[in-house]
Each structure stands twice: as C-alpha cells, then as structure tokens.
C-alpha cells in the first residue's frame, strides 16, 4: 500500500465519525457529507507525515469547515427572509442525494430533528463548543482555538447552549408528562393514516387551527370536531412523518423539520388525555419569536466516542 492509499484508510477509518459531527454541527445530511469530502480533499493535498494525533488534525479541519457554513447561513438569514411552502419541503429528505441511502437514513435518524432544529438556533461557536464537547466528549482546551476564545470561554458558550437546549418547561413535570402522552399517540396516528387511532385521541369538539403558510389553497383555516379534524390530519399524513415532540414555549407541542430546517410547528391544548386543541404554525416570523426546545429524553449524552487513534 502506497502513501496515498494508507492516507486514504485512515481517513476512512474516521469517517462516519466525521460525519457525525458534521451532521450535528450543519443538520443536513448533504452538507455534512459535503463537509467531509471537503476535509479529505484538504488531506489530501497537505504532508501530514509529521503529525502525531491525525484524527485531532481531521476534527479540526472539519470544525473550522464547518463554522464556515455556520457563519454564511446566518449572514444569509440576516438579509433573507426565506418564505417556504410547507408541502413543497416537508417531503422525505435526501431521496435524490448520492451515495448509500441505508448510510444516509441511518445519519438522519441519529440524532432528533427537534435537537437538530434547537441547536440551528444556537450561535456558531455554541453550535460547536456544544456539539464537541456535549455530544462528543472533546476537551474544552482543544475547543477553544477552534472557536477563537480560551477554554473558560468555550465552557461558558457549552453552558449557555446547553440552557438553550433544554429551555425551561411551564407546566410541572405531571403536567408535561400527560402532554407528552397526548402529543406522542397523536402523532403516531398520524404517521400511519390511521382514522380510528387519531380519532381515539382527539376530544370530540376538538379544534385544528393554521395559519396561512401551513394551509393548501382553499383549506380553510379553521377545523372543528373530531371527525372533521381527523379527516384532514389522515389526508396529510405525510406533514407527520417529519414531526416530533419538543418543547414549544414551554409546553408540549412538535417540530416539523428536515434536514434541521424547521418548516412548522404545532401547539397542543390538552384537556383529560386528548388533544382539545391544536395549531400549526408556519409563517416564519411567527416561527422565529417561538421558544423551542427539547424534551428531556431527547438530550444527548457527554459520552466518549469512538474517535480511531
């Protein structure tokens, strides 16, 4: 094996670790996988012969890529009001990318959409003190000149996302927990379409309000009882298979995002176990004022990964 060839191993050694940190980082499963062709490309024309610690090497190119992305998106949504069409996007994502879609499918599905949705929300450098040291276990010393501040800086950028993450529940546990319950069957029914199973957590005068971004022409914006809701959440049963639960002002409701970009989210008024109202939200503007975050089950865990020597 030539020089090329034993650089290109080690590389691929790393590479779904890269790409896991890339995702978590970007949220798209494209862009991730752009980042990482573009890590390699940069290997591939230095002389890393003299470099002890390879995979310390390929995570700092791969921060320092992605921050680039982090930075030009939020310059790009500082001069942009991005107005999208909920049906247009909130289709499976990636079905035309290259590449191995059980690879593909098996990046989006490891990490929540609503944490995914919540860490888009975060500065660049929270973004990555975050996702590196929270989700991947990576020394603030090591951190902190890939975000250009000292280590007790990065710690304090870590800490403040890690608040944002979590956001701060209204309700008292109990509360939540039977928010949670409601939401959750609710969106289960959803996904298979299933009439009887959504009308089984509705309550009977149940009403489904939208605003004008999340409606199809001629929808009306305001549904009532059971049968009319469960009707119309059945005919678009494929809006749920992007959903999940979050924290939304505090409250249960759900995120509909892919790819991390959040297309809608929904809120819940839960009365004796049932959905007794419900919103969905997908003006931008409107998005943009709402406190989002993750239900605790969904945070992730500071557990050491697998970084190859």
Request: net charge positive; aromatic share 4%.
């Given at each position: 094996m030539d020089g090329h060839d034993d650089?290109?191993?080690?590389?691929?050694?790393?590479?779904?670790?890269l790409l896991a940190v890339a995702h978590r980082m970007l949220g798209s499963v494209a862009e991730a996988e752009d980042?990482?062709?573009?890590?390699?490309?940069?290997?591939?024309?230095?002389?890393?012969?003299?470099?002890?610690?390879?995979?310390?090497?390929?995570?700092?190119?791969?921060?320092?890529?992605?921050?680039?992305?982090?930075?030009a998106r939020r310059t790009r949504r500082e001069h942009l009001t991005e107005q999208r069409v909920f049906d247009q996007v909130a289709g499976p994502?990636?079905?035309?990318?290259?590449?191995?879609?059980?690879?593909r499918a098996l990046l989006a599905d490891?990490?929540?959409?609503?944490?995914?949705?919540v860490l888009d929300r975060l500065t660049p450098a929270e973004r990555v003190a975050f996702?590196?040291?929270?989700?991947?276990?990576?020394?603030?010393?090591?951190?902190?000149?890939?975000?250009?501040?000292?280590?007790?800086?990065?710690?304090?950028?870590?800490?403040?996302?890690?608040?944002k993450v979590r956001g701060a529940p209204s309700a008292p546990a109990g509360e939540l927990a039977g928010q949670h319950a409601a939401v959750s069957a609710f969106l289960s029914a959803a996904r298979t379409g299933d009439l009887d199973a959504v009308l089984a957590v509705?309550?009977?005068?149940?009403?489904?309000?939208?605003?004008?971004?999340?409606?199809?022409?001629?929808?009306?914006?305001?549904?009532?009882?059971?049968?009319?809701?469960?009707e119309g959440t059945v005919l678009l049963a494929h809006r749920s298979r992007n959903a999940e639960p979050a924290l939304v002002d505090g409250r249960v409701g759900a995120v509909v995002a892919v790819d991390g970009r959040l297309l809608a989210a929904l809120t819940f008024a839960v009365r004796d176990g049932r959905i007794a109202a419900y919103e969905v939200i997908a003006d931008p503007a409107r998005l943009a004022r709402l406190?989002?975050?993750?239900?605790?089950?969904?945070?992730?865990?500071?557990?050491?990964?697998?970084?190859?020597?």
């Open positions: 650089l290109a191993a080690r590389f691929e050694a790393r590479r779904r670790t980042a990482v062709q573009e890590t390699w490309l940069r290997l591939s024309r230095t002389d890393v012969s003299g470099v002890d610690n390879l995979t310390g090497w390929l995570r700092t190119v791969l921060t320092r890529v992605c921050l680039d992305v982090l930075r994502a990636g079905e035309d990318l290259p590449g191995d879609p059980a690879d490891s990490v929540s959409r609503a944490l995914l949705v996702v590196l040291h929270d989700m991947f276990a990576v020394p603030f010393g090591e951190i902190a000149p890939l975000v250009g501040r000292t280590p007790v800086t990065a710690k304090k950028l870590a800490s403040r996302a890690r608040a509705l309550a009977p005068d149940v009403v489904r309000r939208g605003d004008p971004a999340s409606l199809a022409p001629g929808t009306a914006a305001e549904v009532r009882g059971a049968r009319a809701v469960a406190d989002l975050a993750v239900l605790g089950g969904a945070l992730p865990g500071a557990a050491p990964p697998p970084w190859p020597v």
